[in-house]
């Protein structure tokens, strides 16, 4: 694979220097088209063997695109790495938004390739982490990201070679570390993996390009012009390609017209007398559960979905009850902000994930796009078809980081509903939460009743199940919710 990298090409100084003007001027003529359309962004990714130029490659594009406009990151190398939180959530937090240009010396890579070297993950955990890198690409392209990837190589004589120079030299002394000289050491290790890392993550959408490294000259004007070539085809494009969509099978004819909702029980009630002790009793053990000393290596994420005036904001508050406030953190999810639509879908809901201790609660979530945005057209069928595949993959790596997800559907019946909101318009102090949007929505009731079902469907999965639950009477659903909710991290605990 490194083969045609390690052909000894060379470019003089007089050349590079003859060349270089153009390039910068071409470059910056094209960040200034980006950033005018802003319909989308680029994330560069340079990696590489050590002492192959990578940070100086990230200084060169500082100074060749206007910097104001370039944000270069530093992932899996200090404390932006978040331990205690999945892998690719420093990468989401770094994501430009449209317009925008990020640069990553050290990726959403850099974390797995080190540990796959000194052994600390195994070679299947290995190609989990890939397929992870693999899938949050794709998602990325589809979300008119221009992902450009490049490794700069080095043979190990020309890495030795490098490091010896630089040591003989007092001013870059400081360059070369004990651990490069270890990796060169193992460097047909190094070369394996990274090897391995290419060919599994290597895609039409986001290929990765090999540049040689020895000479600085031609690894700069190797990476430039190809930085230039991608922004320009982008930029010339009548429109944005995109990875083809991931099709969904059918799903099988419904039978009797049921739905999942049908099998909840809407006339449940908890009387009032038993639910005080009940609620009592179970958010004295919501509390105890989270003063445990193995939640200080877990957290929880809450998701409350459900129908207008279903009672979110009732159970949420009954959550919150029996928690220290330094413990939870409720995310009310409403309509995206400009900076929201100018990065990917679920961005706004990775800056949310919680630290180990916490539980973050989701009063709305990212199923937006596969409900409101499905059934009111604000997003295309693409985008929510693949969003199911999307949201899995993303609870997935949550659980993968030791984050219980709980998931709660809120159902009431249409009467109910009709009930609550015209008890909303006659009191005061709730008539804020009623308005023309909450009407239009009982419009749609049966076209929002079948996305639901779906949605169970598609999403319920082992890791990160939904509790559907009845919620005509909201005592019934608050004690319901509590007693999921301690069952859930009591066992999660245990396991």
Same mark, same amino acid.
């Given at each position: 694979?490194?083969?045609?990298?390690?052909?000894?090409?060379?470019?003089?100084?007089?050349?590079?220097?003859?060349? #270089?003007? *153009?390039?910068?001027?071409?470059?910056?003529?094209?960040?200034?088209?980006?950033?005018?359309?802003?319909?989308?962004?680029?994330?560069?990714? %340079?990696?590489?063997?050590?002492?192959?130029?990578?940070?100086?490659?990230?200084?060169?594009?500082?100074?060749?695109?206007?910097?104001?406009?370039?944000?270069?990151?530093?992932?899996?190398?200090?404390?932006?790495?978040?331990?205690?939180?999945?892998?690719?959530?420093?990468?989401?937090?770094?994501?430009?938004?449209?317009?925008?240009?990020?640069?990553?010396?050290?990726?959403?890579?850099?974390?797995?390739?080190?540990?796959?070297?000194?052994?600390?993950?195994?070679?299947?955990?290995? =190609?989990?982490?890939?397929?992870?890198?693999?899938?949050?690409?794709?998602?990325?392209?589809?979300?008119?990201?221009?992902?450009?990837?490049?490794?700069?190589?080095? $043979? =190990? *004589?020309?890495? *030795?070679?490098?490091?010896?120079a630089l040591e003989d030299n007092p001013l870059t002394r400081w360059r070369v570390t004990r651990e490069d000289?270890?990796?060169?050491?193992?460097?047909?290790?190094?070369?394996?993996?990274?090897?391995?890392?290419?060919?599994?993550? $290597?895609? &039409?959408?986001?290929?990765?390009?090999?540049?040689?490294?020895?000479?600085?000259?031609?690894?700069?004007? &190797?990476?430039?012009?190809?930085?230039?070539?991608?922004?320009? =085809?982008?930029?010339?494009?009548?429109? %944005?390609?995109?990875?083809?969509?991931?099709?969904?099978?059918?799903?099988?004819?419904?039978?009797?017209?049921?739905?999942?909702?049908?099998?909840?029980?809407?006339?449940?009630?908890?009387?009032?007398?038993?639910?005080?002790?009940?609620?009592?009793?179970?958010?004295?053990?919501?509390?105890?559960?989270?003063?445990?000393?193995?939640?200080?290596?877990?957290?929880?994420?809450?998701?409350?979905?459900?129908?207008? &005036?279903?009672?979110?904001?009732?159970?949420?508050?009954?959550?919150?009850?029996?928690?220290?406030?330094?413990?939870?953190?409720?995310?009310?999810?409403?309509?995206?902000?400009?900076?929201?639509?100018?990065?990917?879908y679920l961005w706004r809901f990775w800056q949310h994930v919680p630290a180990h201790g916490q539980i973050s609660?989701?009063?709305?979530?990212?199923?937006?796009?596969?409900?409101?945005?499905?059934?009111?057209?604000?997003? $295309?069928?693409?985008?929510?078809?693949?969003?199911?595949?999307?949201?899995?993959?993303?609870?997935?790596?949550?659980?993968?980081?030791?984050?219980?997800?709980?998931?709660?559907?809120?159902?009431?019946?249409?009467?109910?509903?009709?009930?609550?909101?015209?008890?909303?318009?006659?009191?005061?102090?709730?008539?804020? *939460?009623?308005?023309?949007?909450?009407?239009?929505?009982?419009?749609?009731? $049966?076209?929002?009743?079948?996305?639901?079902?779906?949605?169970?469907?598609?999403?319920?999965?082992?890791?990160?199940?939904?509790?559907?639950?009845?919620?005509?009477?909201?005592?019934?659903?608050?004690?319901?919710?509590? #007693?999921?909710?301690?069952?859930?991290?009591?066992?999660?605990?245990?396991?």
């Amino acid at each position: 694979m490194f083969d045609s990298a390690e052909l000894g090409h060379k470019l003089s100084k007089e050349a590079f220097d003859r060349e #270089e003007p *153009k390039l910068r001027d071409d470059l910056l003529a094209a960040q200034t088209e980006l950033l005018k359309r802003a319909d989308f962004s680029i994330a560069i990714v %340079i990696g590489g063997v050590d002492g192959a130029g990578k940070g100086e490659t990230a200084n060169l594009l500082s100074e060749w695109f206007d910097p104001r406009h370039v944000a270069t990151h530093a992932l899996g190398t200090g404390p932006m790495d978040h331990p205690h939180r999945p892998h690719l959530y420093a990468a989401w937090k770094a994501l430009p938004p449209k317009g925008k240009i990020a640069v990553f010396v050290g990726s959403w890579y850099t974390r797995a390739l080190g540990d796959r070297l000194a052994k600390r993950i195994d070679g299947e955990r290995f =190609k989990e982490v890939m397929n992870d890198a693999k899938s949050f690409e794709t998602m990325l392209t589809s979300e008119n990201v221009l992902v450009l990837k490049f490794w700069l190589h080095l $043979s =190990k *004589k020309a890495q *030795k070679k490098t490091f010896t120079a630089l040591e003989d030299n007092p001013l870059t002394r400081w360059r070369v570390t004990r651990e490069d000289w270890e990796n060169h050491s193992a460097y047909s290790r190094v070369r394996r993996v990274a090897e391995e890392a290419i060919r599994l993550t $290597s895609t &039409a959408e986001a290929p990765w390009t090999i540049v040689e490294a020895a000479d600085r000259e031609y690894r700069a004007l &190797a990476v430039g012009k190809t930085i230039l070539e991608a922004m320009q =085809k982008r930029l010339a494009a009548t429109e %944005i390609p995109h990875p083809p969509a991931s099709r969904l099978p059918p799903r099988p004819p419904a039978i009797d017209d049921l739905n999942v909702l049908d099998k909840l029980d809407l006339k449940a009630v908890v009387p009032k007398e038993k639910y005080d002790v009940e609620l009592e009793e179970l958010q004295g053990k919501l509390n105890l559960l989270f003063r445990e000393p193995r939640m200080r290596k877990r957290s929880v994420v809450a998701v409350f979905e459900g129908a207008d &005036a279903a009672g979110k904001g009732g159970a949420i508050r009954r959550i919150t009850g029996a928690l220290d406030a330094r413990q939870y953190r409720v995310v009310p999810i409403a309509a995206p902000t400009a900076d929201e639509r100018a990065r990917p879908y679920l961005w706004r809901f990775w800056q949310h994930v919680p630290a180990h201790g916490q539980i973050s609660i989701f009063d709305r979530s990212w199923y937006g796009r596969v409900l409101v945005e499905r059934v009111e057209h604000f997003c $295309s069928e693409d985008d929510w078809r693949r969003a199911y595949r999307e949201i899995n993959d993303f609870e997935d790596q949550l659980d993968s980081a030791g984050i219980i997800v709980v998931k709660y559907w809120l159902h009431i019946s249409e009467e109910e509903q009709l009930r609550r909101f015209e008890e909303r318009t006659k009191t005061t102090f709730k008539r804020y *939460k009623i308005g023309p949007e909450d009407w239009r929505n009982r419009e749609k009731w $049966s076209v929002y009743r079948d996305a639901v079902s779906e949605m169970v469907e598609r999403t319920s999965t082992e890791t990160a199940p939904w509790t559907l639950v009845a919620a005509n009477d909201k005592k019934h659903a608050r004690i319901k919710i509590l #007693e999921t909710l301690c069952e859930r991290v009591e066992r999660e605990l245990e396991s």
